[in-house]
Structure formats: C-alpha cells, structure tokens
C-alpha cells in the first residue's frame, strides 16, 4: 500500500503537467523580480531616493488588494491553462511597450508608477489561478500537496535569490532597457510552457447566462465568504493564522532586519547585501529541507514551529540587552532570522496545503484569492507597526515583542491543528 501511494506521489510530481507549472512559474517570477531589482536600480541612479521607488511599490499595493478577488473568480470560472498565459503575455507586452516608452522619453517616474501597477495586478490576478490548479494538477492528497507545495516554495526562493545576485552585475554591463527586454522574454516563454498544461475546464453554470459580471462577480465572492464564515470556519481560522504570521514577519525583515543592521549597528551596505543572501539561502534550504519531510508533517506539529518560529527571536533580543559586542549581535540576529524563516517554510507547507485540501474545486481559486488579500494586507500593516516600534522602543524590546507576539497563538491553535488532517472537504 505505502509503495503503490509513493509511486502515485513521484508520478503525480514527475508529470509533464506539473513540470510545466513549475517551470513556467519559475522563469515567469524570475524575469519579474529582475525587472523590479533593474527599477530600483534606476530610480536610485536618477533620483537618488530609494524612497521614491518604495513609495512606488506601496501604491501598487492597493489595486493589488483590490483586483485579487476577481482573479479568483476568474480562475474557477475560466481556463486556468487560458488565464496563465493571457496573463505572462500581457505582462510581456506592457513589460515592451515601456521598454519602447522608456527609449523614447527617458527617465519618467510616472511611467514607472503606472507600469509597476499594473504588472502587480496581473501578478496579483496569476498567484489564484496558480494556486487552485496546484490540487487539480498534484491532488487533494496531503502529502502530495505538500511536496508540490514545497517544490513551487523552492522555485519562488530562488527565482527572488538569484536576480538579486545577477541584476546589479547585468544592470551595470547592459543598464536597463536590456534588462527589460530579458524580462519580456522571460514573461513570453513562460506563456509558451504555459500552453502546453492540460487541465480540466471549469464547470459552467447556465444560471449564470445574462447576468452582469459584476454581479457575478460579487455573487461568488459572497459564496466564497459564507463558505468561509459559516460552512468551513476552519478555514477562515487558517487564514487569520496565515494573516498573522505575514503581519510579524513581514514587518520584521523588511524593517526591523535592514534597520538594525544598517542603523543601529551601524553595517555598511555590502554587509547587509550579505547577511540578507544569507537569509535568502536559508529559505532556499528551508523549502528543501521541508519538502524532504512532507510525508511526515502533520498538521498537529504547526503549534510547536509557531513556538519555535517566536523563540527563535529571544537570543539576539538578550544579545542587545546584555554588553556584547557589535560582532556577537550580528551574527545572532542573522542565525535566529534564518532558523525564524526555515520554520515559516515548515508553517507553510502545513497551512497553505490544508487550506486547498479543505476548499471545494469550485471555490479554491475565490478563497485563495480572498486569503491572498488579507496577507498582502498585512505587508504595509506590519511594515508601518515595526516603523512605530522603532521610532518609541529600544531594540531589544522590539526583538522581544517580535518573540513572544506568536506565543499565545501557538497556544490557542492546538485545537485547530490537532485534529486538522482528519477531515477534508469534497
């Protein structure tokens, strides 16, 4: 029995289908990290302020949160191989026309304002439709989802890691309008992998003919919603654990870790370049190294890595209280964010998995849709509350907050995940 489910597990990973996600995943966020890495390169060289293009990016943020609902609409009614596509396509094109845009005119920080929002949302728009084809793709089987899960965590790592190491060296030898016409390249061979995925169509509801899309279109995010509020609440419960855990850590390594390293340590940029590689590797190895125990993650160990992903915290937070050096605070700080990210790559293969195993076919791409906007909301909640903490608390109490802020939800969740892998929605 446990060889025939080992040989359904490599099959349903070794698939052409599943390959092909990956792969056209892959070279897509690839070639979309590489074009924000060139931006902020550009908008640093002609502005001078970094803050200008980080402005930039919180905006987008908002139509972002706004036009993810209707991706998962659109990814339960319409093709999922059709929307992938459609979607790296346009991406390319409006990725050339500003190349040609940007060559014409030059430098324009509108224009960069306007393009920057717009790939967001239809990075916004593709992140449900890939998410609900993973189970139609891999299976609702929870080992299966989370080895899949663990694989696609892998190729997002290293499809953020590696632009950053090869942008600054590419920008500099060919500046940025090559660089974006490898980013339109990459967008369009994504598409072309994309095309060959074969997946089931959606089922069509004749009850639908006629009516408005935006009544259609509120109609499924109302059954999307009351799925989540009254027939699955473990789900929604899910969802909050997700919110929670993207509103801490978030705002710690987009704030507090460059803050303390830069700032209060007073690290030059090279240092920091090098300890935030170091953190990027480790998640990296985190994905890998949870993806090599997915057939023995279980959902009642979440309690102990959320204790484990919060303690985590606790030495560099007696470092910077205590008289050490500079050295022994950095080299903490690095280690215990490392093992802090590692135990999120465990968390994630346990929540997200869980999520679409409890979801119906018809509503996996509305709920992740829905779910996807409360994290990204998180990111500018968490970022402004780490700003605040900085600006009224000493580092070691930060640290310390950022320690025990996960204590009592690992403690309130044991009944959640105790009894998590026993029932699975159809």
């Not at 994504?190 to 095309?195: K, P, T």
């Not at 899309?213 to 473990?234: C, N, Q, W, Y």
């Not at 679409?356 to 791409?365: C, E, F, H, S």
Request: proline share 4%; hydrophobic share 55%; aromatic share 6%.
């Amino acid at each position: 029995m446990k060889n025939s489910s080992a040989k359904t597990l490599q099959s349903s990973l070794c698939s052409a289908n599943f390959i092909l996600l990956v792969l056209g995943q892959g070279i897509s966020l690839f070639g979309n990290t590489m074009l924000r890495f060139a931006m902020s390169m550009w908008v640093l060289d002609e502005t001078a302020s970094s803050t200008t293009f980080a402005t930039v990016l919180a905006i987008s943020v908002i139509p972002t949160i706004l036009i993810s609902p209707f991706g998962g609409v659109m990814a339960d009614r319409v093709s999922k191989r059709a929307m992938m596509v459609a979607l790296d396509i346009i991406s390319g094109i409006v990725t050339l026309l500003a190349t040609v845009f940007f060559a014409l005119s030059g430098f324009n920080i509108l224009a960069i304002a306007i393009m920057q929002v717009v790939l967001a949302v239809l990075d916004a728009m593709e992140t449900p439709v890939v998410q609900s084809a993973l189970p139609q793709i891999i299976g609702r089987e929870s080992t299966d989802l989370r080895r899949g899960a663990a694989i696609i965590n892998q190729v997002q790592q290293l499809s953020q890691l590696l632009p950053s190491f090869l942008g600054g060296v590419m920008y500099g030898l060919v500046g940025i309008r090559p660089m974006m016409l490898i980013t339109a390249a990459c967008l369009m061979s994504a598409a072309m992998v994309e095309c060959f995925i074969r997946l089931a169509k959606p089922l069509s509801n004749q009850d639908d003919a006629g009516i408005c899309l935006l009544d259609v279109i509120i109609g499924d995010m109302h059954s999307a919603t009351a799925f989540l509020l009254r027939k699955e609440p473990t789900v929604a419960r899910l969802a909050g654990v997700c919110t929670w855990i993207n509103l801490i850590l978030t705002g710690f390594s987009s704030v507090s870790f460059p803050y303390i390293i830069r700032t209060t340590l007073g690290y030059d940029a090279a240092t920091y370049g090098l300890c935030d590689g170091i953190i990027g590797i480790a998640g990296i190895a985190g994905t890998f190294i949870a993806g090599c125990f997915a057939n023995r993650l279980k959902s009642r160990n979440a309690p102990s890595l959320l204790f484990v992903e919060s303690l985590m915290l606790l030495p560099p937070a007696i470092a910077f209280l205590l008289p050490c050096s500079t050295q022994t605070k950095l080299i903490m700080l690095v280690l215990c964010t490392a093992a802090v990210i590692i135990a999120v790559d465990f968390l994630n293969l346990i929540l997200v998995p869980s999520i679409q195993m409890r979801t119906p076919t018809a509503l996996t791409g509305k709920v992740m849709a829905i779910i996807s906007s409360l994290t990204i909301c998180a990111q500018p909640l968490g970022q402004m509350l780490y700003g605040w903490l900085h600006a009224h608390c000493t580092v070691w109490l930060i640290l310390l907050i950022s320690a025990l802020a996960s204590l009592p939800l690992a403690w309130l969740a044991r009944p959640l995940f105790a009894h998590l892998d026993d029932t699975i929605s159809k």
